[in-house]
């Protein structure tokens, strides 16, 4: 039982930011119809200025950061994301729309590994701690609080409750929102919303840059738990394109919650199944890839009318 | 004469004609080709105290696994991410086999060649009908899967230290650096020769169309998908093969090594080079050896290891190459070669009509629904050889639908359909094709820049027996018969339309109208019983239609059995044998010519 409750904590917790990058990789491909190959390294660039802006590229030596400093470190983050974020669309993504798939693929391939290049040309040790921005120790015992027998991180609450209501937000800025509405109205038909006077190359290079910044502050919370890596953010993405992609790009509540339960598969394959099938926990980040090649392969054939 | 006397007799005969038609389709990018091989093949001599040679053989290693993607992204138009995982699979198969068996170094290769191509099959056979953004997602979440495998399984790659490899002799020479680049160099040079008999033979053919427009190849009758799980198996078996012998290079199969930077780098090097031109590959990894120089210089500069400015300089190579959308360095030199040198003329133009095929279309009682609304309802036609049945009708009264039932495009929800004495109604529009039935699209639907003569041979590829890409990696005797007949037959199909002066044009050079008489002679070409024909009026001027009406009556001449699909009714009447009038879905009038 307190096997099970650590796993759904723990799960959820990684899953709150698999989520939000699900959420972005969605957003993005119904707004442009490609796949961004360089957002996991965007958010890995996110986090790693926030880092520099925290605590410079040294060995932390203080346990946690000033508020002000903290507040200033998170915000400069998601700046740098967003400015590159959208940069990065008017560089590698808006040339190649509606022409050839390599471009595209290549160009966001090389944005990725050029921002995690570097990243590790300025921070050059294998692994970071990153500062806590809310002192987690003084809550409960060190940190954790027992529930139901099981010892759980306060940060979990923490991460899950941002990512809510970082997820929350985004559905209703999608739903209620001038911006939202621009960016639905462009996932339909990017002509149209052009004739009626939406700025389609701005507001998709804003959505680019938000889809990134969002996921860098869930990854921000949650990042002082484990060692970061500048490959983190990388590998942070893959998780996020999985869940899209289990859930075939589909809308925010759909693919946060398949961000959350990949989360809790990959948690309960760690455990080997709460101990049933111990050898499964070395495959605990392989088999949700390979269900999510085989889902994407095994989806119907809808040969597009617009062919013929 | 003995049997084996007059064997020897027909192979030398063979032989002689073998070499004539080597003579005949020598080029001077040929001679260019054979240049490169002989300067790639000295290079250590030459650089030998400014690279190490084992530098040198492992980027001869990268450049046949590279020329092996070349299939799949230059050939097949596919961005395959996973070449890096096939580089893989090819290293920790041959190393375990290297370590659990006594077998010769080259087998043990092969094998990792051979369990590369299957996990190729496979990755192929998954993403055989997606769209390039879902190969792309596919092949890059194979290529994370097969790192994070590495990463996670002890018993695959050995742990953090890898699997050290034990060497043995190659091809009975002791396993130097040396060796083993003069190796990576033959087989990265027969690679590109098999890249350019493959692209210039049907498979390439039909893999360049299926990339330029996919329904147009699916109308002609092209296997998009078996094509398409016959590229990524052979590029990873040739990515296979590389990682193979490079593990033995390496001594140690190093289980970080072959993750998604490999795959981008890879892809970086078909890019650079020319994902187009045999020679391509081997050029992007030339100038991606370049960089790793530049970086191991800034890196000293700065005091950091190279590695650490390596692919920052790749990408931005990358960016710049996609982003003046320029050709890539091989093309780039080709084309402006070819300016210089006087272009050849193609001497035969001969056509040969292939033997006509007479059978008649039967369609009883089709029907089709789309949610709640019947677009075909209980429709019956029959189309007999040597007339000219037209649909007519308002839009949305169920002409291309009906087209689209006939062609397979669509499964009708009730009815049948036969050719003769073939039933139809379940068979896959590649099958009738090659029964002879096929359709054309409205306009557009064509092949990019592919010639005129090239659209014609993708249809006559349908015809085509001894066309396999085997038979045309040896290119047997029968394969080069049939070359010539197939590409007379694609000369009888433009002469039916008048497109014979245009041959060598790139199709995208014609008029609106000259692509539609491309379209129907692409689909003569793959020498049907039946035609149907989908508005090919559409944007015609005046002397088009008048040119129009006279292919359509020599087609009905030549015994074809025609449906037309059209809107112009001057047309309509001036070639039509039976007109029938669709209203939602139902024949509301049934007649011949002037009566309706």
């Known amino acids: ?308 | 004469m003995s049997t084996p006397a007059a064997a020897a007799v027909r192979t030398g005969v063979a032989l002689r004609e073998a070499l004539a038609s080597a003579r005949e389709s020598w080029t001077d990018t040929a001679t260019a080709g054979c240049a490169v091989a002989v300067a790639a093949a000295l290079a250590p001599f030459i650089f030998g105290g400014l690279i190490a040679t084992d530098s040198l053989a492992s980027g001869a290693y990268l450049a046949l696994a590279a020329t092996g993607l070349g299939l799949c992204v230059g050939l097949a138009g596919v961005p395959s991410l996973a070449q890096g995982a096939f580089v893989g699979t090819g290293a920790f198969a041959a190393a375990h086999v290297l370590r659990h068996t006594q077998l010769p170094a080259e087998l043990c290769a092969l094998i990792g060649a051979i369990a590369a191509a299957g996990l190729g099959t496979a990755a192929g056979f998954a993403v055989r009908s997606l769209d390039a953004v879902r190969v792309a997602v596919g092949t890059w979440l194979l290529s994370w899967l097969f790192a994070l495998a590495l990463g996670a399984l002890p018993w695959l790659s050995g742990g953090a230290q890898g699997l050290v490899v034990p060497t043995r002799r190659l091809f009975g020479f002791s396993p130097t650096p040396l060796v083993h680049y003069e190796l990576a160099v033959i087989l990265t040079g027969l690679c590109a020769l098999s890249l350019v008999a493959l692209r210039r033979g049907p498979f390439g053919l039909d893999l360049a169309a299926a990339a330029r427009h996919r329904g147009a190849a699916a109308a002609l009758g092209v296997p998009m998908e078996r094509l398409r799980v016959g590229a990524f198996a052979a590029s990873a078996f040739v990515g296979g093969l590389a990682g193979g012998f490079a593990v033995q290079l390496d001594i140690v199969a190093d289980p970080t090594a072959y993750g998604p930077l490999l795959s981008f780098e890879l892809l970086v090097a078909v890019l650079v080079g020319g994902a187009a031109a045999a020679l391509g590959p081997s050029a992007g990894v030339v100038v991606l050896g370049l960089i790793a120089l530049a970086a191991r210089a800034l890196g000293s500069l700065a005091g950091v290891p190279s590695s650490r400015f390596q692919p920052m300089l790749e990408a931005l190579l990358l960016l710049a190459v996609l982003t003046t959308g320029g050709n890539a360095l091989v093309p780039a030199a080709i084309a402006s070669a070819r300016r210089l040198l006087p272009e050849r003329r193609r001497q035969s133009r001969s056509a040969v009509h292939a033997p006509g095929r007479r059978e008649a279309l039967r369609a009883d009682e089709l029907s089709k629904r789309f949610g709640t609304v019947t677009a075909v309802d209980g429709v019956s036609l029959e189309l007999t050889p040597g007339s000219i049945t037209a649909l007519v009708g308002p839009n949305g009264s169920g002409k291309t639908t009906i087209l689209r039932l006939l062609a397979g495009a669509l499964p009708p929800d009730r009815g049948h359909i036969n050719l003769g004495a073939h039933e139809l109604t379940a068979a896959s529009p590649a099958e009738r094709v090659r029964l002879g039935l096929v359709r054309t699209l409205q306009a557009r639907a064509y092949f990019g820049e592919l010639t005129v003569l090239e659209h014609a041979l993708v249809g006559v590829n349908r015809t085509r027996r001894h066309g396999g890409a085997v038979r045309a990696l040896v290119s047997t005797p029968l394969y080069r018969a049939e070359n010539r007949l197939a590409e007379a037959n694609a000369f009888a199909a433009l002469e039916a339309v008048g497109l014979v002066g245009d041959a060598d044009r790139p199709a995208s050079e014609l008029t609106g109208a000259g692509q539609q008489r491309l379209l129907i002679a692409a689909a003569l070409a793959t020498n049907p019983a039946v035609l149907l024909l989908d508005e090919p009026s559409a944007g015609a001027a005046p002397e088009d239609l008048e040119r129009l009406t006279a292919i359509l009556r020599r087609l009905k001449a030549d015994g074809l059995a025609v449906l037309l699909v059209e809107h112009n009714l001057s047309l309509v009447r001036a070639v039509a044998d039976e007109i029938l009038e669709l209203e939602l879905g139902r024949v509301v009038r049934r007649g011949t010519n002037g009566r309706l």
């Not at chain 1, 040294?58 to 998170?74: C, D, H, N, Y």
């Open chain 1, 1 to 308: 039982m307190s096997l099970a409750v650590q796993v759904v904590f723990t799960g959820l917790s990684a899953g709150g930011v698999y989520g939000l990058i699900a959420i972005g990789h969605s957003l993005i491909y119904r707004l442009t119809g490609i796949v961004h190959f360089a957002l996991g390294d965007l958010i890995g660039l996110g986090a790693f200025v926030t880092l520099l802006v925290a605590a410079g590229t040294q060995p932390l030596t203080q346990e946690t950061v000033s508020g002000g400093r903290m507040t200033l470190a998170i915000v400069a983050g998601i700046v740098a994301c967003v400015l590159v974020g959208a940069a990065g669309y008017f560089a590698v993504v808006q040339p190649y729309i509606g022409r050839s798939a390599i471009g595209w693929v290549a160009a966001t391939l090389a944005l990725g590994f050029a921002i995690r290049a570097v990243l590790d040309a300025a921070f050059s040790r294998p692994a970071y701690v990153f500062p806590d921005p809310i002192p987690f120790r003084r809550v409960g015992n060190d940190g954790l609080v027992k529930i139901l027998g099981a010892q759980i991180h306060v940060r979990s609450f923490a991460v899950i409750g941002i990512a809510i209501v970082v997820a929350a937000a985004a559905s209703w800025v999608l739903q209620r929102t001038w911006f939202g509405r621009s960016l639905r109205a462009i996932a339909d038909d990017p002509d149209g919303a052009a004739i009626v006077g939406i700025s389609v190359e701005r507001t998709r290079a804003l959505a680019f840059g938000l889809a990134g910044g969002v996921a860098a502050l869930a990854v921000v919370v949650a990042a002082p738990g484990t060692p970061f890596e500048t490959g983190s953010g990388a590998l942070l993405g893959l998780k996020g394109l999985v869940a899209a992609v289990l859930v075939r790009f589909g809308g925010v509540w759909a693919a946060f919650a398949a961000g959350l339960a990949l989360g809790v598969v990959e948690a309960a394959l760690g455990t080997g199944l709460l101990g049933h099938l111990p050898g499964l926990a070395s495959y605990r980040e392989l088999i949700p890839l390979l269900v999510a090649i085989v889902l994407l392969a095994a989806r119907p054939l809808r040969l597009r009318e617009a062919v013929d």
